[in-house]
């Protein structure tokens, strides 16, 4: 009897165990509901409540709540509080669209560990009976979607209310409108549960900004950034030396010295190689920056930072360089912005010839226009090669470009759409590019690429790549690429890639960039001597073939 009775204590004990949910599970569930009922609910989506103040409610709410069946009634309520939901007959109908379903996880709703049968039939039912029109919260322009009709709280700390709001309104728009939402080294799911606390727990404006540059980069993707004058400022400074340099090797070379309006000396000279600031190599300043920085790999990282590492709100910085064979330890004066005279340097050609022969063109993509291409490729057309700079931003020149280059139409690229009508799926179209065209160009089409080439760029060596006789050449590209959405978080100007975009086949590229034909990085010695080792390694090949 004694052993019976022990047993009935430890299965009340283990159930009561069971039956109890912590806070961040709670928020957890409360943050996934709220965004799911947004986004699914017909009235809701339809804009019919106001949204923000019916998290408000809930959130206070929860704290007088311990366990799973209080937590499923106030659900159920809630739920039913918005009004029935009319069957939907266009849903049940079968779509002709090729899906990607990579992002697609409403697998949470059946989680039985916290909703009990009545409030995962209600949410199930929700989902097969969601808003197939005009959305409330967001639309559709061109391509992309866009958010909308979203109240602003400013970007200041007011309340733990507020925060989470802020978190969960983000971590919802990367649930069903991010295409690269699978990719992020942490699963979305557990960057919930790792930022609720910290978000509860903010009390300060700078502690606000960080938590949310932080989240942030959680995405893993080069086109995000949060823009916050409060980190700019407090985590980066306001100063800087009056230098300018390059990045190889883990280390920056000094390549100008810029005049002060004061008449003070500079300490460093050009070809001064530092490798130590205040304290910490330049990897682990990339590391400790990186932190707030999002970027789709560890070269975007560095992309993103490198312009960052010598700011700084003192009046100094301690440097260790390496000149003339001799490591030394400079403290190097720092300067306001407004106090340091930046020379412009003269305009580069947009086309040119590379040797006198006129066997060789070279096409500035960051420069050259839409206009100017007809022009360019008269002078170019009889050239044996031409080698395409792509270590920059082009200005939409790509289709013009193509029909321009490339013999005939081909896929170029797959890009997923977002679906509006079913938020977190993706449909997916083949997209072609060029023209037939026996004049096309015959000779060797060079493209020069590096962590500089994303986005629109990344696309357009894709479309170069489908010349007969096309190779590339340099670092690995951004892996960043896809139309950006912009928006705004807690008042502060943000984006993301909005459309995911893969090789013909479905091969990716975000996060891994376009991988070159030929790799070659610069380094430290040659940019010392003023060489552009990407684009001699490109004269290299077309005079020996490899």
């Known amino acids: 009897m004694r052993k019976f009775s022990l047993f009935i204590l430890l299965f009340l004990s283990l159930h009561f165990s069971a039956q109890n949910l912590s806070e961040v599970q709670k928020l957890e569930s409360l943050c ?80 039985q560990n916290i909703f009990t049968d009545n409030v995962v039939q209600k949410l199930n039912n929700i989902e097969k009976n969601r808003l197939m029109g005009d959305h409330y919260y967001f639309g559709k322009g061109g391509r992309k979607i866009f958010f909308r009709n979203e109240n602003s709280y400013g970007s200041k700390y007011t309340s733990k209310q507020v925060s989470l709001l802020e978190l969960f309104r983000y971590w919802n728009y990367v649930e069903y409108f991010f295409p690269y939402k699978y990719e992020t080294d942490q699963n979305w799911n ?10 509860a727990e903010i009390n300060n404006d700078t502690a606000y900004h960080l938590t949310l540059a932080e989240l942030v980069t959680k995405v893993d993707d080069s086109h995000a950034f949060l823009f916050s004058p409060l980190i700019s400022l407090n985590q980066y400074g306001r100063r800087t030396i009056p230098v300018e340099y390059k990045y190889a090797e883990g280390k920056l070379v000094v390549t100008i010295i810029n005049p002060i309006k004061f008449d003070e000396p500079n300490l460093l000279k050009t070809g001064d190689v530092i490798y130590d600031i205040n304290g910490k190599t330049i990897p682990q300043m990339v590391n400790s920056l990186g932190k707030y920085i999002p970027a789709s790999n560890s070269w975007g990282k560095v992309k993103k930072v490198k312009n960052l590492l010598l700011f700084s709100n003192h009046d100094s910085i301690d440097l260790k360089l390496e000149r003339n064979g001799q490591n030394l330890a400079l403290k190097i004066k720092t300067y306001l912005l407004r106090d340091i005279v930046h020379e412009k340097n003269s305009q580069p050609e947009k086309w040119k010839y590379l040797d006198k022969s006129r066997k060789t063109g070279y096409v500035n993509m960051e420069l050259i226009e839409r206009e100017d291409l007809d022009e360019m490729y008269a002078s170019l057309k009889n050239t044996e090669s031409i080698i395409f700079d792509l270590r920059n931003y082009p200005r ?73 006789k096309a190779k590339i050449i340099g670092s690995y590209t951004s892996g960043a690429n896809g139309d950006i959405i912009r928006f705004k978080i807690a008042d502060l100007d943000t984006s993301f890639t909005g459309l995911g975009a893969y090789y013909p086949d479905g091969k990716e590229t975000q996060r891994i960039g376009i991988i070159p034909d030929i790799i070659i990085q610069p380094t430290v010695a040659g940019i010392r001597k003023g060489k552009d080792e990407v684009l001699e390694r490109a004269l290299e090949y077309l005079k020996t073939g490899h």
């Open 396 to 468: 939409q020149t790509i289709l013009p470009l193509s029909k321009l280059l490339l013999p005939e139409n081909t896929i170029y690229y797959q890009f997923n759409y977002p679906e509006t009508h079913y938020p977190g799926k993706f449909y997916i179209r083949k997209n072609s590019i060029g023209r037939k065209n026996s004049e096309y160009y015959k000779g060797n089409v060079v493209v020069l690429v590096d962590e500089n080439t994303q986005s629109q760029a990344e696309t357009t060596t894709m479309m170069f790549k489908q010349h007969p």
């Open 32 to 111: 996934k509901i709220w965004g799911f009922l947004k986004y699914y609910h017909p009235d809701v989506a339809k804009g019919t409540y106001n949204w923000d103040q019916q998290l408000f409610q809930k959130i206070d709410e929860l704290e007088k709540i311990s366990n799973k069946n209080q937590l499923n009634e106030l659900y159920s309520n809630w739920i039913d509080s918005l009004g029935k939901v009319e069957t939907c007959l266009p849903c049940q109908q079968e779509d002709s669209k090729i899906y990607f379903l990579k992002n697609f996880d409403l697998g949470w709703i059946n989680n």
């Open 190 to 199: 557990e960057v919930l549960t790792e930022m609720i606390p910290k978000f």
